[in-house]
């Protein structure tokens, strides 16, 4: 069976920044694969164009340019917030390096990564991880079956 939309795929993969001999960043394995529905959203178009028409048992490997991904940092995604908005938060002041899921007014949570603190501020970047980063993907389609 082939990869098309409405499909339920299982895959297992590793994902390298800096070419295929580069840095791992990301390893899925049999023990606990990656299963999504295609061409729904729940992964990268890009990633899902090059994977379309594959069956049960082939391999993939492919870069994904920082375009086709999650292009860019945003100077714009790295905000600086006063301390006292974490002194009355029962977590604390977060560590650089902390995860720091943020909510707009809207109820929108924004991941984001302490990156600095200074005397008076905490640094947070929302840009995604892989930002500014070409992706490089080697894998496996593990199965290809009907949504049930």
């Known amino acids: ?11 297992t993969y590793s994902l390298y920044v800096d ?28 990633f899902e164009e090059k994977i379309k028409d594959l069956s049960e048992g082939d391999s993939f490997k492919f870069m994904l340019k920082k375009d086709e991904a ?9 905000v600086e917030f006063p301390k006292s908005m974490f002194t009355e938060d029962p977590e604390g002041l977060p560590e650089i390096g902390d995860y720091v899921p943020m909510e707009d007014e809207e109820g929108n ?3 984001g990564v ?3 603190i200074t005397e008076d501020m905490v640094i947070i970047d929302f ?7 070409d992706l490089y993907f080697e894998g496996k389609i593990v199965k290809v079956e009907d949504a049930k």
């Open 114 to 116: 302490a990156i600095d």
């Open 109 to 111: 949570v924004f991941d």
């Open 70 to 78: 999650y292009g860019d940092e945003d100077p714009e995604a790295i």
């Open 1 to 11: 069976m082939k990869i098309e939309n409405g499909k339920l795929v299982t895959i």
């Open 19 to 46: 070419g295929f001999n580069g840095e791992l960043v990301e390893t899925v394995n049999e023990n606990e694969p990656s299963v999504f529905m295609f061409g729904v959203g729940e992964m990268l178009e890009s």
């Open 127 to 133: 840009n995604h991880p892989l930002a500014g980063e």
